[in-house]
């Protein structure tokens, strides 16, 4: 089954290398139980709120498809013109940056470690671990990078995807980056955990172009959950979750929920109804073990991104401001 798409996946086990400026074990001398001492904080982060996971995972996206994996997003200015402070970034949850701001000082408590480890690579670090504290696969995290110095609003124009982009915009996005179409629909697979505000995609319940005024790509039960959910002139702050099946476990159920028209996007309903594509949804939907392997080596490669070194960046010593 999916012959084509196996022998695709296989290529990518096969030809997959470490990214040039970046290594396993970075921290080998520096700070040996870096990994133990992130990993530990950001359990109990974790145990605190569930939230921890969806927004840690929502928040290495936005930091890495921007300016890189530099932890820019971090980043705060006083005037409100950092990346954090673009529209599409004001739906991301504060458990993301607190997750990331907690595992920093408890690396910085170490004294070996102290202004060693970068906030780019903690945020690295926390995304592994929250996908797998919720199911998800554990692998190895190459490390090495810097954090940025550079942070502002303007930057995130066309770099964040919309939910209401189809599959050519899409992948034409995840291209720019050295991103593949199967790297494309394995990293939307992390919406397996994700919610979203009935804001991001009430125009399919009640705006779209039709006599229903209800996207025909919608699953028509689904339609009626969702409008039950988010009634036309309710708050649109609600938060809907992406998986209404596991809501908190990452797992392939996403893209079988794509396969019964249950995508809650635009964005992640097109990579079912689009030919290209649906063959990858069906092999992810059918098997969790291509899902997984595709998955971890999608976000390797896009921890890869725009990675600073030497005098690119610092290792800042709080990661909402330069030194």
Not at 175 to 186: K, N, S
């Given at each position: ?123 690295v670090m926390a995304t592994r671990d929250v ?193």
């Amino acid at each position: 089954m999916f012959p084509r798409t196996l022998l695709l996946l296989l290529s990518l086990i096969l030809f997959k290398t470490t990214h040039a400026q970046l290594h396993l074990d970075y921290y080998r001398n520096s700070c040996p139980d870096v990994e133990s001492i992130v990993r530990s904080a950001v359990q109990e982060k974790f145990q605190q709120t569930f939230v921890t996971a969806p927004a840690t995972l929502r928040l290495f996206f936005h930091d890495c498809l921007v300016r890189g994996c530099d932890a820019s997003v971090l980043l705060a200015s006083r005037n409100n013109r950092a990346e954090k402070d673009n529209p599409e970034n004001l739906s991301l949850a504060g458990d993301g940056f607190d997750t990331v701001i907690k595992a920093k000082a408890a690396v910085d408590n170490v004294q070996e470690c102290r202004n060693k480890v970068s906030c780019a690579d903690i945020l690295v670090m926390a995304t592994r671990d929250v996908i797998a504290l919720t199911g998800g696969p554990s692998y190895a995290v190459e490390l090495g990078r810097l954090d940025g110095r550079v942070s502002t609003k303007a930057s995130v124009r066309h770099q964040i995807p919309h939910p209401d982009f189809k599959l050519e915009k899409l992948e034409a996005m995840f291209a720019t980056h050295g991103l593949t179409l199967v790297d494309l629909i394995a990293l939307s697979g992390a919406h397996t955990i994700g919610f979203s505000h009935c804001s991001r995609f009430s125009k399919r319940l009640y705006n779209f172009k039709s006599k229903t005024r209800i996207d025909p790509t919608l699953n028509p039960a689904y339609a009626r959950e969702l409008r039950g959910m988010c009634p036309e002139e309710v708050d649109s702050r609600i938060a809907i979750s992406m998986d209404q099946t596991t809501p908190q476990t990452f797992d392939n159920v996403y893209y079988k929920n794509l396969e019964r028209g249950r995508g809650l996007f635009t964005s992640d309903q097109t990579l079912f109804t689009h030919k290209r594509s649906r063959d990858i949804v069906r092999l992810f939907a059918f098997n969790s073990t291509a899902f997984e392997i595709a998955f971890v080596d999608a976000i390797t490669k896009l921890g890869r991104i725009g990675v600073k070194t030497g005098n690119q960046g610092e290792i800042r010593g709080d990661c909402t401001i330069v030194n």
